[in-house]
């Protein structure tokens, strides 16, 4: 057969590019083998791993043909369907000035607006139209939603009785920072069974330092005095932290551990990697650091499990859930595929990142969800399609990244997202041989 090469511009010859490896080997407490497509893992005796490291194409066809052939790794074969979830941006306003907010207090980059109840309605009307019986999600977040708390009362009634007029189950999830939930809003939390995501990013002084009350008060304490009801009795809700990272503080035990000291069951963290002050994004030598942060927040998370614990360390139970399953996604999130996000004057847009930048919108609540302008956004986003994620080993557990984080910031921190979810394969098979029982659905937890 005839070779095909390209040359380059000095007229020489052009290898083939490199294929996009299909295993990944890890050397853990037992070696293993990750297999990229179908993200499948194998216990291997030492004998083999060696045989396997050495490049022995033996060993790769005999670990392929026990394995066999993995499940395609597409998107939506059989078309688009109409997504099952949306957050309301209900108040595009926020009771707090956090210096890194990407969303300009809610604003992005406009002025301070609030979704009125007839834009929420037709959202959700068009939701439980699409969803055609399947169960649908109904988050809102701002900004601060609470700042417009009655669209947010009336909304929930009125998914709740159009759900159950088309047969269809519902959720409830939102994002707060907290300070505005009164008692009432706990116990509409409980009873809806609300996912309930509170936006803090450690201890008081940690927290306060990039988190402002516009009061002058303590945005931490504020938080866990409107929250302590809620947080002693949560009931059907289940209610979480999530702290912003900053390059300032990569300390991340610590901010577990004072989040759950403070009535949080569980706690994650987010690196930031967009801000309008640069000087707080990670960059460089800091995602070597986060990783080893990362690391020795997990084995602290590790000596907990064996003494009988569950897991609070949200980041690494999220990665055990999906290793667990068997997660192998060609896309970073549901952003326009399964879920979309509201404006407050009820433009459609991929994600609450992307609000009222045209570059994501994707229709209006008056005019309809443009499946074609999904389409054409997905398309060319499948992780195979980006560089130089095809030819990543971790692309289909960490599906190509943020969309919104990466057509603005680029790439930053690929080194440290293949070594976490290295040591998160490890972690796991750890978990597997030790307490298996951890891996497999839990009990709703109550005080």
């Keep these: 057969m005839t070779q095909l090469v390209t040359l380059n511009a000095q007229g020489c ?47 790769q066809q005999e670990l392929l043909a026990v394995a066999g052939p993995a499940p395609r790794q597409g998107v939506f074969d059989s078309g688009l369907p109409d997504p099952t979830a949306i957050s309301l941006n209900i108040s595009q306003s926020c009771n707090l000035s956090c210096s890194y907010c990407y969303a300009d207090e809610g604003r992005f980059g406009g002025r301070a607006r609030f979704m009125t109840l007839e834009v929420a309605r037709s959202a959700i009307d068009r939701l439980i139209d699409g969803a055609r019986g399947r169960r649908i999600t109904v988050g809102f977040i701002g900004g601060e939603p609470f700042l417009n708390r009655e669209v947010l009362y009336r909304s929930v009634e009125y998914a709740r009785e159009r759900a159950h007029e088309h047969g269809c189950a519902v959720g409830f999830s939102v994002t707060t920072n907290g300070t505005l939930v009164s008692r009432s809003d706990a116990a509409m939390l409980r009873d809806h069974a609300f996912s309930v995501s509170v936006s803090l990013d450690g201890d008081a002084e940690i927290n306060d330092r990039h988190r402002r009350a516009r ?93 009988g614990h569950g897991f609070r360390f949200s980041n690494l139970a999220n990665a055990m859930k999906q290793l667990h399953a068997g997660s192998a996604k060609p896309l970073p999130c549901g952003s326009a595929a399964n879920y979309v996000s509201v404006s407050a004057e009820g433009g459609y847009f991929t994600c ?66 293949r070594g976490w979810l290295d040591y998160c394969l490890r972690f796991y098979d750890r978990v597997l041989q030790t307490r298996p029982g951890l891996l497999e659905p839990q009990p709703e937890v109550t005080r």
């Design 215 to 307: 009061s002058g008060l303590s945005g931490f304490q504020e938080a866990l005095r409107s929250l302590r009801p809620l947080l002693e009795n949560p009931g059907k809700a289940r209610i979480a932290a999530r702290a912003t990272v900053t390059r300032q503080d990569l300390c991340i035990a610590e901010r577990v551990s004072a989040l759950c000291d403070a009535g949080f069951l569980e706690a994650g963290v987010s690196p930031l990697r967009t801000s309008p002050d640069a000087s707080l994004v990670l960059h460089g030598e800091d995602w070597a650091r986060l990783l080893d942060e990362m690391i020795r927040a997990a084995e602290e998370e590790w000596r907990r499990i064996s003494s």
């Design 352 to 417: 609450h990142r992307t609000i009222d930048d045209r570059r994501f919108a994707l229709g209006t609540t008056t005019a309809g969800l443009s499946t074609v302008a999904r389409e054409d956004f997905l398309k060319v986003r499948h992780v195979d399609m980006q560089e130089p994620c095809r030819n990543c080993w971790a692309r289909y557990l960490c599906g190509g990244g943020c969309h919104a984080e990466v057509i603005q910031a680029g790439r930053s921190g690929c080194d440290y997202i």
């Design 13 to 59: 010859a052009s290898p083939p590019p490199a294929p996009p490896p299909v295993v990944h080997l890890v050397r853990g407490e037992r070696p293993l083998a990750f297999l990229v497509e179908g993200s499948r893992l194998f216990g291997l005796d030492r004998e083999f791993f060696a045989l396997l490291e050495s490049g022995d194409l033996w060993a």
